[in-house]
């Protein structure tokens, strides 16, 4: 067999895999995926679920959000804009500004913050202090 050949097979296996995987329908991979790549896309958003979850922030507009972060308001924004998204801060208007919160009605929210535990408990860091959802 010629390496183009094996390279071909390989790459029929892989497809048959995926196809597979997608007709499941116990799990959804491509929500999962999207749905984690959006919520650690970057450091900025990894930073902002890590100060809501330490509950170092209840609520924030886009500016004291881009200040405690250390980034640009147009990155604070996106940030924001993608947690919304995801489902993990949720906003609320507040006379004429608009402030983000912790969407703490969200399973996913409650999801997060459960892996976060497991994350801290396994690296040794269970004592640590973090909102309750």
Known sequence: MTVDAGAKEV???V???AEAEAASPSRSPSFASSWLKTVFRSPA????VLLFYDGRVRFANRTSLARVLRVCHVTARKVAADLLRAGVLKELEVGSSKV???NEDSPLTRT???FLDE???VGGDAGANRVEV
């Not at 958003?45 to 902002?48: E, F, P, Q, S, W």
């Open 11 to 13: 790459g029929v296996e």
């Open 119 to 121: 994350l801290r408990r």
């Open 45 to 48: 958003h990894v930073d902002a």
């Open 112 to 114: 997060l913050f459960k």
């Open 15 to 17: 497809e048959a895999e």
């Open 100 to 102: 983000v919160l912790l």
